[in-house]
């Protein structure tokens, strides 16, 4: 079993940013890849991006550039760093481990709200 512990999130003004981190714990041994993914009123869970334990990254069209995802190993951490946010950002993020047996565990979540 993976917990997964988000911090981060709030209120902010369009062209603002953003920090998010989501710790890992349990079998942190067994994590591939450790992402972040969002879901906005009446739309999809969809992602937004991504890193694998050797730190490779994948991110969403839509977050390129403006968005960085990083890892800390050694606090077993994932962070998304989110620069020039749009209102079309708006959404609940939920951070994403997903293991070398193919199983996906989710935080509970934190809501990020981009204001015009």
């Known amino acids: 079993q993976v917990q997964l512990a988000e911090s981060g999130g709030g209120l902010v003004q369009a062209g603002g940013s953003l920090s998010l981190s989501c710790a890992a714990s349990g079998s942190i041994f067994s994590i591939n890849s450790m992402g972040w993914y969002r879901q906005a009123p009446g739309k999809q869970r969809e992602l937004v991006a991504a890193i694998t334990s050797g730190g490779s990254t994948n991110y969403a069209d839509s977050v390129k550039g403006r968005f960085t995802i990083s890892r800390d190993n050694a606090k077993n951490t994932v962070y998304l760093q989110m620069n020039s946010l749009k209102p079309e950002d708006t959404a609940v993020y939920y951070c994403?481990?997903?293991?070398?047996?193919?199983?996906?565990?989710w935080g509970q979540g934190t809501q990020v709200t981009v204001s015009s």
């Open positions: 994403n481990a997903l293991t070398a047996t193919l199983n996906y565990y």
